[in-house]
């Protein structure tokens, strides 16, 4: 039997990027060689598995449990038991009938919300190559423990939170806790990384993320419950607070309930004060109590919601709890992910432009060849400027590569045609433009120097797109030797600078003309986000989102509640926030009486679909890949409003469908 993770007895109190790798080796009482097999199997022990604890399934008696505590439910088993009592046997059955299958109908309709967190645990069951008594063993990923030291390669999950002690060509998708689909670089950095952001630790590796490129040796710092993953496990374990439609009935049941009360005591008190018998006046007043009661009320809600569920079913729409279509409708504030919720989450090469900032097609002709001709793994970039593709598809042929490393941060290769070579290389803007000596312009034969004034031109370009939110990529050249066949790194030297090329995460189409609607019906947007808010910006701008604030996640750390509150109604985007925050805005403004939907994509955004009254998943969820989408309509308030259908692949997480989602239920609860 497992023992339970200890969540607080080894774990670190700072963030464990933050830390010099020194002081986090003593802490941790290991090494860069790894544990003994004893000390080892003594850490497992005392700590537990490396397991996300999942969430126990709740028994039947729970939920009925949970419906029962209805008030309305409650004064029609009232009602029931006084019919019984007075032998009215007909209508104790028929009474008991209705509210059997009333809650029969509800947790039909939640039984299916009790398997995703499984499918968390599912995510991390892998072995591992582990370093033990100085050599190399394959473990099971439950078995890790802090202090062990993992090696990864390419296709590797991460299998614990931790720190990178080597790292060569090291590339990690981290969109399953941050969103965002560009690879992240790891790098070892010794001294430690200043930021307490997920997103700034460059020199770490957390459980679940997936390693697109290289190889690195991780120094396991946290497993378990204690991991980045597992805090949003936890989180999802939580009950939230009660959604619109619960919060309507419990306080309708309640009015029924007080006004049943004070009808029976004043029937009686007249009854007694005109000295009817005590006994038949009881009677009778329980008698009118029943009559007033609306024994139909929780049927007739069943039953329409779950006519709606099926409804939805029929356009591929799957709804956890019938609730989340009332709460669906009630929604006035809808927060939503960007990447892959608004966007493709997918880079387009949006143009190629000159150092004066002049479209420039040479700029994408030299940059696809580039790409078509690298060898190495493909980045998103690499496969947007494929996709876009030259104005010349000329015959060259490939004489040799100098592959692309994090030293350099660039990549190149020596092609040919009709005895004429060429070295193209293709990289960071920075460095780029510093091994380069001169540019061109479009329209100009003569080649420029690239001299202090061209070259604070050429930033300026730079720093003036960023902002603009495009993701940018240098792309020089130059002419080599007739009898030149392999490259060096040395060949990087007297380049012609071609300019920029832009790429850009484009919005999903209908995007914009659904946050049209909404706000037509008086649904206000707001946008969480883990990306930076230069980009953000771009989006919002795209979409027709007017920003009215902005908020980052360091920011929003150095709020109190009632801060954030006041900020709520001005900031309608959050830059670089994590998936606690996220949940963090979501119940500030339900505690403003907001009724609040979010628009999610995957298993970093199960905390908010977990607590917001309206959870919906879309496609292109970073757990994985979609392969059907669709359009249909939900009515809200009388009127029809377009939403995105997605349909994603049956293995992933959330359920496979869009999922409309009541608290409690989250599409990746």
Not at 68 to 84: E, K, Q
Request: net charge negative; with cysteine.
């Amino acid at each position: 039997m497992d023992k339970p993770h200890d969540v607080s007895s080894e774990d670190l109190r700072d963030a464990f990027w933050q830390m010099p790798l020194a002081n986090l080796l003593s802490h941790l009482e290991a090494s860069a060689s790894g544990l003994s097999a004893e000390e080892a199997r003594a850490r497992l022990e005392r700590r537990g598995p490396n397991r996300i604890t999942p969430k126990r399934s709740s028994s039947l008696a729970r939920r009925i449990g949970g419906h029962l505590a209805n008030p309305l439910v409650l004064v029609l088993l009232f009602a029931a038991s006084v019919s019984a009592f007075t032998g009215d046997k007909a209508s104790f059955f028929i009474v008991i009938s209705i509210v059997a299958l009333s809650i029969a109908l509800d947790s039909a309709q939640e039984r299916r919300a009790e398997k995703a967190v499984e499918r968390l645990r599912a995510t991390v069951a892998l072995t591992e190559r582990a370093v033990r008594d100085g050599k190399e063993v394959t473990v099971s990923a439950e078995d890790l423990v802090p202090g062990d030291v993992v090696l990864l390669a390419a296709g590797d999950l991460v299998p614990a939170d931790g720190r990178v002690l080597e790292a060569r060509d090291f590339f990690v998708n981290e969109a399953l806790l941050t969103g965002e689909s560009y690879p992240s670089e790891k790098q070892a950095v010794p001294e430690g990384i200043m930021s307490p952001e997920v997103n700034a630790a460059k020199n770490a590796g957390f459980m679940g993320t997936s390693v697109v490129s290289g190889s690195a040796k991780l120094l396991v710092c946290r497993t378990g419950a204690a991991t980045q993953l597992g805090e949003i496990s936890r989180t999802l374990r939580t009950q939230p607070p009660p959604g619109a439609l619960e919060q309507g009935t419990r306080n309708f049941g309640m009015l029924i309930l007080r006004l049943t009360t004070l009808l029976v005591l004043f029937i009686l008190l007249v009854n007694v004060l005109l000295h009817r018998p005590v006994l038949e006046s009881f009677l009778f007043a329980l008698a009118i109590a029943v009559g007033l009661t609306p024994e139909l009320l929780p049927m007739i809600v069943s039953v329409t919601l779950a006519e709606g569920a099926l409804r939805l079913l029929k356009l591929r729409v799957i709804v956890k709890r019938p609730a989340a279509i009332h709460d669906l409708g009630s929604m006035d504030v809808l927060c939503t992910d960007k990447t892959g919720t608004l966007t493709e989450a997918k880079m387009s090469l949006v143009r190629g432009f000159s150092l004066s900032g002049a479209e420039s097609e040479h700029v994408s002709d030299l940059a696809w060849l580039n790409s078509n001709f690298e060898s190495g793994l493909r980045s998103p970039l690499d496969i947007a400027v494929l996709e876009h593709g030259p104005r010349h598809r000329a015959a060259w042929t490939k004489l040799d590569e100098v592959p692309f490393d994090f030293e350099r941060r660039r990549v190149s290769v020596l092609l040919e045609r009709e005895g004429r070579r060429i070295l193209i290389v293709k990289g960071a803007p920075e460095d780029i433009l510093n091994i380069s000596s001169h540019y061109e312009e479009p329209g100009h034969e003569d080649r420029l120097p690239l001299d202090p004034q061209a070259l604070a031109r050429a930033i300026s370009a730079f720093d003036q797109s960023s902002t603009e939110g495009f993701r940018l990529l240098g792309v020089a050249w130059r002419e080599v030797d007739s009898h030149m066949t392999t490259a060096q790194i040395g060949d990087e030297r007297g380049l012609i600078f071609a300019g920029f090329a832009a790429f850009l995460d484009p919005p999903k189409a209908g995007a914009a003309a659904a946050i049209a609607s909404l706000g037509r019906l008086g649904v206000s947007v707001k946008v969480l986000t883990g990306d930076n808010e230069h980009v953000t910006r771009r989006v919002c701008e795209q979409l027709g989102v007017a920003v009215s604030g902005a908020l980052t996640g360091v920011e929003l750390s150095a709020l109190s509640d009632e801060a954030l509150a006041g900020r709520l109604a001005e900031t309608n985007i959050f830059c670089r926030v994590t998936p606690t925050q996220k949940d963090r805005i979501i119940l500030a403004l339900k505690r403003q009486g907001h009724v609040v939907g979010f628009l999610g994509d995957g298993i970093n955004d199960a905390p908010s679909l977990h607590t917001a009254d309206a959870g919906i998943s879309v496609d292109a969820a970073t757990d994985g890949p979609a392969h059907v989408r669709e359009h249909h309509q939900v009515r809200h308030d009388g009127h029809e409003l377009e939403f995105w259908e997605h349909v994603l692949d049956g293995s992933c997480l959330p359920d496979p469908a869009l999922s409309a989602d009541a608290p409690g239920t989250g599409a990746a609860q």
